[in-house]
């Protein structure tokens, strides 16, 4: 990650075949677009490769959770349940459709723990969004198991794990949707934009009305002006541009992969050898998109201790821990409730406060994530960078 640095010949070509017809947008203009139909053959394209039977294109992946939490009906006075240790799209997107974010704790996979899932679900809670987060797979099975028992729909939050897998089978199929951003650092990039898949067809209907002010997409004679709808929606439309880029960014998204793999394979052996060190528990390291390497020393000293002699070789980790836009008891506004609102929504409603935050309900998650560091992996890495890195982890390895 993150997908532009790759971007070349394959982006411009397709950028300039939407500017060869003048048509920028998704919709209309039959006459004009000479066929060329850009966000239509992503969505397609995307479906076919997560293997999903539908793919709804918008605007980022913030708009691909909030239009997956409307598809799925959820709204407010619902509870969503999700992990603590995640970007804050994901409980933006939740609060943003009316209803209440539930934070479950993270395991040592550095996502959602199915134990403490099982324990957080009340008869309020109307959807469960496990995170993949960093590239690598929540134990996403077991949470199926769980919600399936409890008969309450999983909406995969993707954003971070496009082309990752499980046994073959692509992360984003596994719930009833799978949300991914293509936003700047992901690792296909279309500037800004989201997709949703799903295998439901009434789901996929849903979103497709709703990212589009409602409109039902059904052929008739007065065009899109007269077309009908079911429900308010709201506008979370991709362009063409974006759709060509994705394009030609998908076509490149296994081999990215294929590349960080390789990168990631080398720094993980130098960090092994640091005393005490282990590693970030992978679901499926087959599967894994490689996009970060994660690992953990024993306790939070030695952790500091350690990314100190990283950070003066010029290869300091990321520690989520200090993490301001990752991590629960970070989330300053959250936890004090700021709002726009002159009213306090949506964290007060009538007067009375809905929800209250206490900046130590994860114990466990604080405890793991404040020794954990974390290498984001470029797509490309020269050589000579690779070895700086390695022997600044081979000096750490001496501390
Ligand atoms: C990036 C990201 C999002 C939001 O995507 P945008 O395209 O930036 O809106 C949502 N969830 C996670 C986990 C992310 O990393």
């Known amino acids: 990650m993150p997908g532009f640095e790759v971007f070349g010949d394959e982006e411009k070509q397709q950028v300039l075949e939407v500017f ?33 039977v539908s793919a709804q294109a918008v605007t980022s992946g913030t708009a691909a959770l909030k239009v ?18 995640t970007f804050v799209a994901t409980w933006e997107a939740i609060f943003d459709i009316g209803a209440v974010p539930v934070f479950t704790e993270v395991n040592e996979t550095l996502n959602m723990d199915p134990a403490d899932l099982e324990k957080k679900i009340t008869e309020k809670t109307k959807a469960i969004i496990p995170v993949h987060m ?30 990752a897998r499980i046994e073959g089978r ?48 059904a052929v008739n004679p007065g065009g899109r002006g007269g077309e009908g709808r079911r429900f308010i929606g709201f506008n979370y439309r991709m362009m063409e541009l974006q759709g060509a880029i994705g394009l030609a960014q998908l076509a490149k998204l296994d081999d990215m992969i294929a590349a960080q793999k390789k990168t990631k394979q080398q720094l993980k052996e130098a960090a092994a050898s640091i005393p005490g060190v282990g590693f970030r528990r992978l679901v499926d390291e087959e599967g894994d998109s490689a996009t970060f390497l994660a690992f953990m020393l024993p306790d939070k000293e030695r952790a500091a201790a350690v990314n100190a002699v990283l950070k003066e070789n010029n290869a300091g980790a990321i520690n989520f821990g200090e993490n301001s836009w990752h991590f629960y ?55 000579e960078r690779l070895q700086d890195m390695i022997d600044a982890l081979a000096k750490a390895a001496k501390l």
């Open 329 to 383: 008891p970070s989330w300053e506004h959250l936890l004090e409730g700021k709002t726009l609102a002159d009213n306090g929504w949506p964290f007060m409603a009538h007067g009375k406060r809905r929800v209250i935050y206490d900046p130590k309900a994860l114990p466990v998650s604080a405890e793991l994530m404040n020794r954990t560091l974390v290498y984001p992996i470029p797509v490309l890495m020269g050589q």
């Open 134 to 163: 960093l590239g690598a797979q929540a134990q996403i099975k077991e949470i199926m198991a769980i919600a399936d028992r409890h008969n309450i729909p999983v909406l995969e939050d993707t954003a971070q794990a496009a082309g």
């Open 170 to 217: 692509h992360l984003g199929t596994f719930g009833a949707i799978g949300t991914f951003s293509f936003d700047s650092v992901k690792t296909m990039t279309t500037g800004e934009g989201g997709m949703c898949i799903t295998s439901d067809q009434e789901l996929w209907k849903n979103m497709s009305e709703y990212h589009d002010h409602g409109h039902d997409h």
């Open 68 to 85: 997956a939490l409307a598809a799925l009906g959820v709204g407010a006075g619902d509870e969503v349940i999700t992990q603590g240790f």
């Open 20 to 52: 060869d017809t003048g048509i920028l947008f998704r919709y209309e203009f039959g006459a004009e677009r000479n066929d060329v139909y850009k966000v239509r053959e992503f969505e397609q394209a995307f479906a076919d490769y997560t293997g999903a």
